[in-house]
C-alpha cells in the first residue's frame, strides 16, 4: 500500500536561477513544500525545451503543484536557449544538453531544501533526455518516468522509420525552427531583446541536420539507450499510447531493465491523467507511488506491481478521431509481450492462409495512397488518428482471412516475412494489419514500414537488384487489440505511404512470390486483469482566452493537374496567463502535395505564427519552411521573419540541397 503522504503547504518560484559552470543562467520554474527548508524534500525534474511561461503551462499547473503538496520540489527548467534561458540551442540531445542536465542534478542535490535524490519525469523530449541522462548515471538521479519516447533515435523518432525518411522531420523541424526562435517574457529579462536577436540570428534549421545523416550513423546511435541499457542505474517506470507514435519503447525497456515496469493505454501523445482518448487513469497517484519507493526509500508495493500492463483496445468503428476506445486493461507478470505465443497465417492469392498457397501478387500503387494514414504522431487533438483503410487497401495488396470464428488479442509486434522482386533498384513498403469490419469498414490495427535499401542493415543500405527475388522482413508497432468473432484480419501492403512518407525517387512495381505473417496471440481475457485509480489533478492553469483553438485537415484534388493535397491548420488559439498577463498564440499551417503518377512531384511546406504581447509589447515570429526532391537531391528552403509592434526587426533566409543517400 502507498504510504499516505500528508499534504503540505507550497511556494512557487517562477524564476529560480541556475547558473552553469560556463556562467550560462538556466530558468527554472518550482514548486516545493514551504517548510522544505526543515524538512527537505527529494526534486523531480522536468527539463524541456518547449517554454515554462507560456508553453507548457497548461500541463505544468495539472502535475507538479499537486507532487509538491506531497512532499516533492517540482523543477522546470528551459533548456539551454530556449523561454527564458540564456544561451543556445544547436540541436536536440547533444552533449551539450545532457551534460547540462547532470549539472543541474548534482547542484538541486546539493541544495539544503532538497534530501539528495532526484527523479526525471517527461514525455516525448522530456521522455527521451530522461532515458539518456539516466544513461550517464549521474549520482543523485534515482528515478525516471519516460513518457511516449525511444531507446533508438534512428528507428523510433520523428526522423525515420524503417529506414524511410517521415515527412514529420520536415513538420517537427518546422516547428521548432519557431518554437525555439521565440523571445523571452520581457517581464524576466532586461535584455530580453538582445537575447531575441541572437536567438534568431543563430537557430538552426533542424531538417538540414537531419536530412544529412539517411543512415543508422553515429550521430542516431548517440543518445539511443539502446546501445547499452546496462548504463541505466535508475529504476524506470516507462508510459506510452497506442494512439502516439512511440508504441515501441515501453515492452522495450520493460523486457531490457531489470526492475523497470511498464503502461500503455489508448492514448496519443498526452500525459494519461489528462489524455484521450479515455480511460485516463491516476497518473499522478502511480508516479506517486514511483517516486515515494524509489526517491523517499517507502514500501509502496511498486516492486510488485506486473511488469506490464497494457489497455487491449477492442474493435471499434474506424474514426480519425476518438474521444474513448471500448477495452479493458491486461497484466503481464513477467516481461512484456516477447513470451506471447505466435500463430503464423500465410500470404496466398486465396487470402490469408494457416497453410501455405500459391502468390503472385503485384504491387503498384499509386503515389497519394496513405491519405487515411492520420498523422506520424497524434498530438494536437484534432482529426489526426488513421481512417477507414478502404481506399488505401484499394491501392495496395490485400490478403485476409475469413470471418474470425472466435474474438481474437493481439498483444506485441506482429513480423511480415516476404520474399519479393523489384524492377527498381530503390523503393519502400508499406504493410498494415487491419481489422475488417462485417459491413467491409476497415480500422487499421498497427502497422510498419521499411526502406527496401534497409532491409538488412540500416547503417549500410544496399540497393535492390532488379529482377532478382530477395528476402525482407517488416517490423510492425508493438499493439494490444482485440478483433471481434465475424471480423476478418487483413494484411495490406503498398509501395507508397504519402503523406506519412516521402516518397522513393521513381515508381515502381514489386512482385510478391511468398509472404507469411507472424502475429502474437495472446489468451483471450474475459475480465479485466489490473485497475487503476481514477485520474486527478491540480487546479487547471487560470487564462482569459482571446481567441479559440481550432483544427482542421482538408484533402482537395486539383481536377486540372491531378495534384492531390492535404492542407493542415492548428490554431492554437490565445490566451493570457491570468497570473501575470503574458498574452501568447500561435497557428500552425501544413501543405503536402503529390501527383499520384510522379514521386517527384512531392511537396511539403509549412508556416508557423507565433505571438507574445506584454505591457504594450507586441512579438511575432513568421516560420515558414518548405521541401521537394528530384531523383538525386532534396532541397530545402526556410524564411524566418520576427515583428516588434508589426515592424519587421529581423529576417533571415535558409536554403540547402542535399544528396539522396538510398532514400
Given at each position: 500500500?502507498t504510504r499516505?503522504?500528508?499534504?503540505?503547504?507550497?511556494?512557487?518560484?517562477?524564476?529560480?536561477?541556475?547558473?552553469?559552470e560556463?556562467?550560462c543562467?538556466?530558468?527554472?520554474?518550482?514548486?516545493?513544500?514551504?517548510?522544505?527548508?526543515?524538512?527537505?524534500?527529494?526534486?523531480i525534474?522536468?527539463?524541456l525545451?518547449?517554454?515554462?511561461?507560456?508553453?507548457?503551462t497548461?500541463?505544468?499547473?495539472?502535475?507538479?503543484?499537486?507532487?509538491a503538496?506531497r512532499?516533492?520540489?517540482?523543477?522546470?527548467?528551459?533548456?539551454?536557449?530556449?523561454?527564458?534561458s540564456?544561451g543556445?540551442?544547436?540541436?536536440?540531445y547533444?552533449?551539450?544538453?545532457?551534460?547540462?542536465?547532470?549539472?543541474?542534478i548534482?547542484?538541486?542535490?546539493?541544495q539544503?531544501?532538497?534530501?539528495?535524490?532526484?527523479?526525471m519525469?517527461?514525455?516525448?523530449?522530456?521522455?527521451?533526455?530522461?532515458?539518456?541522462?539516466?544513461?550517464?548515471?549521474?549520482?543523485p538521479?534515482?528515478?525516471v518516468?519516460?513518457?511516449c519516447?525511444?531507446?533508438?533515435?534512428f528507428?523510433?523518432?520523428?526522423?525515420?522509420?524503417?529506414?524511410?525518411?517521415l515527412?514529420?522531420?520536415?513538420?517537427?523541424?518546422?516547428?521548432?525552427?519557431?518554437?525555439?526562435?521565440?523571445?523571452?517574457?520581457?517581464?524576466?529579462?532586461?535584455?530580453?531583446?538582445?537575447?531575441?536577436?541572437?536567438?534568431?540570428?543563430?537557430?538552426?534549421?533542424?531538417?538540414?541536420t537531419?536530412?544529412?545523416?539517411?543512415?543508422?550513423?553515429?550521430?542516431?546511435?548517440?543518445?539511443?539507450?539502446?546501445?547499452?541499457y546496462a548504463?541505466?542505474?535508475?529504476?524506470v517506470?516507462?508510459?506510452?499510447?497506442?494512439?502516439?507514435?512511440?508504441?515501441?519503447?515501453?515492452?522495450?525497456?520493460v523486457?531490457?531493465?531489470?526492475g523497470?515496469?511498464?503502461?500503455?493505454?489508448?492514448?496519443?501523445h498526452?500525459?494519461?491523467?489528462?489524455?484521450?482518448p479515455?480511460?485516463?487513469?491516476?497518473f499522478?497517484?502511480?508516479?506517486?507511488?514511483?517516486?515515494?519507493?524509489?526517491?523517499?526509500?517507502?514500501?509502496?508495493?511498486?516492486?510488485?506491481?506486473?511488469d506490464?500492463?497494457?489497455y487491449?483496445m477492442?474493435s471499434?468503428?474506424?474514426a480519425?478521431?476518438?474521444?474513448?476506445?471500448?477495452?479493458?486493461?491486461?497484466?503481464?507478470?513477467?516481461?512484456?509481450?516477447?513470451?506471447?505465443?505466435?500463430?503464423?497465417?500465410?500470404?496466398?492469392?486465396?487470402g490469408?492462409s494457416d497453410?501455405?498457397?500459391?502468390?503472385?501478387?503485384?504491387?503498384?500503387?499509386?503515389?497519394?495512397c496513405?491519405?487515411?494514414?492520420?498523422e506520424?504522431?497524434?498530438?494536437?487533438?484534432?482529426?489526426?488518428?488513421?481512417?477507414d483503410?478502404?481506399?488505401?487497401?484499394?491501392?495496395?495488396a490485400?490478403?485476409?482471412?475469413?470471418?474470425l470464428?472466435?474474438?481474437?488479442?493481439?498483444?506485441?509486434?506482429?513480423?511480415?516475412?516476404?520474399?519479393?522482386t523489384?524492377?527498381a533498384?530503390?523503393?519502400?513498403?508499406?504493410?498494415?494489419?487491419?481489422?475488417?469490419?462485417?459491413?467491409?469498414?476497415?480500422?487499421?490495427?498497427t502497422?510498419?514500414?521499411?526502406n527496401?535499401?534497409?532491409?538488412k542493415?540500416p547503417?549500410?543500405p544496399?540497393?535492390?537488384?532488379p529482377?532478382?527475388?530477395?528476402?525482407?522482413?517488416?517490423k510492425?508497432?508493438?499493439?494490444?487489440?482485440?478483433?471481434?468473432?465475424?471480423?476478418?484480419?487483413?494484411?495490406?501492403?503498398?509501395?507508397?505511404?504519402?503523406?506519412?512518407?516521402?516518397?522513393?525517387?521513381?515508381?515502381?512495381?514489386l512482385t510478391?512470390?511468398?509472404?507469411?505473417?507472424?502475429?502474437?496471440?495472446?489468451?483471450?481475457?474475459?475480465?479485466?486483469?489490473?485497475?487503476?485509480?481514477?485520474?486527478?489533478?491540480?487546479?487547471?492553469?487560470?487564462?482569459e482566452?482571446?481567441?479559440?483553438a481550432?483544427n482542421?485537415?482538408?484533402?482537395?484534388?486539383d481536377?486540372?493537374t491531378?495534384?492531390v493535397?492535404?492542407r493542415?491548420?492548428d490554431?492554437?488559439?490565445?490566451?493570457?496567463?491570468?497570473?501575470?498577463?503574458?498574452v501568447?498564440?500561435?497557428v500552425?499551417r501544413?501543405?503536402?502535395?503529390?501527383?499520384?503518377?510522379?514521386p517527384?512531384?512531392?511537396?511539403?511546406?509549412c508556416?508557423?505564427?507565433?505571438?507574445?504581447?506584454?505591457?504594450?509589447i507586441?512579438?511575432?515570429?513568421?516560420?515558414?519552411?518548405a521541401?521537394?526532391s528530384?531523383?538525386?537531391?532534396?532541397y530545402?528552403?526556410?524564411?524566418?521573419?520576427?515583428?516588434?509592434?508589426?515592424?519587421?526587426?529581423f529576417?533571415r533566409?535558409?536554403?540547402?540541397?542535399?544528396?539522396?543517400?538510398?532514400?
Open positions: 500500500m499516505p503522504n500528508a499534504l503540505r503547504d507550497i511556494e512557487e518560484l517562477p524564476d529560480y536561477g541556475i547558473t552553469l560556463d556562467g543562467r538556466l530558468s527554472a520554474r518550482i514548486w516545493r513544500p514551504k517548510d522544505a527548508g526543515d524538512d527537505p524534500v527529494p526534486v525534474l522536468e527539463y525545451p518547449y517554454r515554462k511561461r507560456d508553453g507548457t497548461a500541463r505544468d499547473a495539472l502535475t507538479h503543484p499537486w507532487f503538496e512532499g516533492y520540489a517540482c523543477v522546470r527548467v528551459d533548456m539551454r536557449g530556449n523561454g527564458d540564456e543556445l540551442m544547436a540541436d536536440e547533444t552533449a551539450q544538453e545532457l551534460s547540462d542536465a547532470v549539472e543541474v548534482t547542484q538541486l542535490a546539493a539544503p531544501w532538497c534530501n539528495g535524490n532526484v527523479g519525469m517527461g514525455i516525448s523530449w522530456g521522455g527521451f533526455n530522461g532515458l539518456q541522462v539516466a544513461a550517464l548515471a549521474p549520482v538521479l534515482k528515478a518516468i519516460t513518457l519516447s525511444t531507446v533508438d533515435r528507428a523510433d523518432d520523428i526522423h525515420y522509420k524503417g529506414g524511410c525518411l515527412n514529420e522531420n520536415l513538420g517537427w523541424g518546422a516547428t521548432m525552427w519557431s518554437y525555439s526562435s521565440r523571445a523571452p517574457d520581457p517581464a524576466l529579462r532586461e535584455n530580453w531583446r538582445e537575447m531575441w536577436l541572437e536567438r534568431l540570428e543563430n537557430e538552426p534549421f533542424l531538417p538540414s537531419w536530412l544529412r545523416h539517411q543512415r543508422r550513423d553515429a550521430y542516431w546511435r548517440h543518445g539511443s539507450v539502446i546501445e547499452n548504463a541505466i542505474k535508475a529504476k517506470l516507462a508510459i506510452g499510447g497506442w494512439g502516439d507514435a512511440y508504441k515501441n519503447a515501453v515492452p522495450q525497456l523486457e531490457a531493465l531489470p523497470a515496469k511498464g503502461i500503455v493505454g489508448p492514448w496519443v498526452k500525459y494519461p491523467h489528462f489524455a484521450v479515455e480511460p485516463r487513469i491516476g499522478l497517484q502511480e508516479a506517486l507511488r514511483w517516486w515515494d519507493r524509489w526517491l523517499k526509500d517507502a514500501n509502496t508495493g511498486v516492486e510488485e506491481d506486473p506490464y500492463r497494457a487491449l477492442h471499434t468503428p474506424p480519425r478521431w476518438y474521444t474513448e476506445r471500448p477495452g479493458q486493461w491486461i497484466a503481464e507478470e513477467y516481461g512484456a509481450a516477447s513470451h506471447i505465443p505466435h500463430r503464423k497465417l500465410y500470404l496466398t492469392d486465396r490469408l497453410t501455405s498457397g500459391w502468390l503472385s501478387a503485384s504491387i503498384a500503387s499509386p503515389q497519394d496513405g491519405a487515411e494514414s492520420g506520424y504522431c497524434a498530438i494536437w487533438l484534432g482529426p489526426e488518428m488513421a481512417g483503410q478502404r481506399r488505401d487497401d484499394a491501392m495496395s490485400c490478403f485476409e482471412t475469413a470471418p470464428d472466435v474474438d481474437t488479442d493481439i498483444v506485441g509486434a506482429p513480423q511480415v516475412k516476404l520474399q519479393l523489384s524492377d533498384e530503390q523503393g519502400q513498403i508499406a504493410v498494415r494489419l487491419c481489422d475488417v469490419h462485417p459491413d467491409g469498414a476497415t480500422s487499421r490495427i502497422y510498419g514500414v521499411l527496401l535499401s534497409h532491409r542493415d547503417a549500410a544496399v540497393p535492390l537488384t529482377g532478382e527475388p530477395t528476402q525482407v522482413t517488416v510492425l508497432d508493438h499493439i494490444a487489440y482485440r478483433i471481434r468473432e465475424g471480423h476478418r484480419l487483413r494484411v495490406a501492403i503498398s509501395n507508397s505511404y504519402w503523406p506519412l512518407l516521402w516518397p522513393a525517387p521513381t515508381p515502381s512495381t510478391l512470390d511468398r509472404g507469411e505473417i507472424i502475429l502474437p496471440m495472446r489468451r483471450t481475457s474475459r475480465r479485466e486483469e489490473h485497475s487503476f485509480q481514477p485520474p486527478t489533478a491540480a487546479k487547471p492553469w487560470q487564462v482566452t482571446l481567441r479559440e481550432k482542421s485537415r482538408t484533402r482537395e484534388v481536377m486540372t491531378g495534384v493535397c492535404l493542415i491548420e490554431d492554437f488559439g490565445k490566451l493570457r496567463d491570468a497570473d501575470h498577463g503574458l501568447s498564440g500561435s500552425a501544413e501543405e503536402w502535395s503529390i501527383h499520384p503518377d510522379d517527384l512531384s512531392a511537396k511539403g511546406r508556416h508557423w505564427t507565433d505571438e507574445l504581447e506584454r505591457d504594450g507586441r512579438l511575432r515570429t513568421e516560420a515558414h519552411c521541401m521537394w528530384d531523383a538525386t537531391h532534396f530545402l528552403s526556410a524564411r524566418m521573419e520576427a515583428y516588434e509592434n508589426d515592424q519587421l526587426i529576417e533566409d535558409h536554403s540547402d540541397q542535399i544528396e539522396r543517400d538510398h532514400l
